[in-house]
């Protein structure tokens, strides 16, 4: 392909233009893709959310860090490439375009990747031992934590007594969240 010259016919854009043009209309396409990847990734994170008494401290310290970091680099992901997509002024030169465009891209991922493992914090195990237990037996029911246990008998803490539950007399145990 030659160079474009005043000669060309009219209907012949510039190599230039017409790059600039595709390159715009490909960032405007990634743009939508950015946009709908990063309202799942938020719609995710509100429907999974914790109400802050179930895990640790520290870990709900660097979920919340790894989420703000998230945040940062998917605003200048975007702003990338918006910058492609919507050029101020002039089309910049597809090269430099085209590397806005992939580093814009590329922080999106990073982004998303960094969204996961912040909300991989809600899978952090629970500790069962803190979870009380409902014991119903022949005689009836009673619900309170596990203090100990040993070859056919378990004791509950029951409001502050210790009760202690013979398993030959056990009809179910299960544990539940609150008694």
């Known amino acids: 392909m030659g160079a474009w010259t005043m000669a060309d016919p009219p209907e012949q854009e510039p190599p230039h233009f017409a790059a600039a043009d595709e390159l715009s209309a490909s960032a405007r396409e ?98 069962s031992a803190d979870r009380p237990v409902q014991v119903s037996t022949s005689s009836g029911t009673a619900c309170g934590q596990v203090v100990d246990s040993a070859a056919g008998w378990i004791d509950l803490d029951v409001r502050g007594t210790v009760v202690r539950v013979d398993l030959v007399d056990l009809v179910s145990l299960r544990p539940t969240e609150s008694c």
């Open 30 to 127: 990634w743009h939508k893709l950015q946009l709908a990847a990063l309202a799942f990734v938020g719609l995710c994170g509100v429907l999974t959310g914790d109400n802050g008494t179930r895990l640790p401290m520290w870990l709900q310290s660097v979920a919340g860090v790894l989420a703000l970091l998230a945040l940062a680099v998917a605003a200048i992901g975007v702003l990338l490439v918006v910058l492609v997509a919507w050029p101020l002024g002039a089309p910049a030169d597809p090269t430099t375009g085209a590397r806005r465009l992939r580093t814009g891209v590329i922080l999106t991922g990073v982004a998303v990747g960094l969204t996961a493992f912040s909300a991989s914090s809600n899978w952090w195990p629970q500790s």
